[in-house]
């Protein structure tokens, strides 16, 4: 008896999986798949606050604190916005 030729199904099996792995990732990386969406919006409202922006941030050195103790600090100090920063109770923020 001659065994068949052909593809096995342990092939065939692992291709329809390749497959659909890269139709998955096609679709997320064309924004049609809303997956990972929300993530970076989630992210963003964290340090915006209650709609005010906020001095201290994760991976930059600001610090709250007012002009002349952030020049005495050596820093560049900016002013508070308009309606003020959510975490900084008083002045401004200073960038070290």
Same mark, same amino acid.
């Given at each position: 008896m001659k065994k068949a030729q052909g593809m096995s199904l342990n092939v065939i099996i692992v291709a329809v999986l390749v497959l659909i792995i890269l139709v998955v990732l096609v679709l997320i990386f064309a924004g049609k798949l809303k997956l990972f969406g929300s993530g970076a919006s989630d992210q963003q409202a964290q340090f915006t606050? /209650?709609?005010? #922006?906020? $001095? &201290? &941030? #994760?991976?930059?050195?600001?610090?709250?604190?007012?002009? +002349?103790? $952030?020049? +005495? @600090?050596?820093? @560049?100090? +900016? /002013? #508070? #916005? @308009?309606?003020g920063y959510d975490d900084c109770s008083f002045g401004g923020c200073c960038s070290l």
């Open positions: 606050g /209650a709609g005010k #922006p906020k $001095c &201290v &941030v #994760p991976g930059t050195n600001n610090q709250c604190m007012d002009q +002349s103790q $952030c020049k +005495s @600090a050596g820093g @560049a100090w +900016s /002013a #508070p #916005p @308009a309606n």
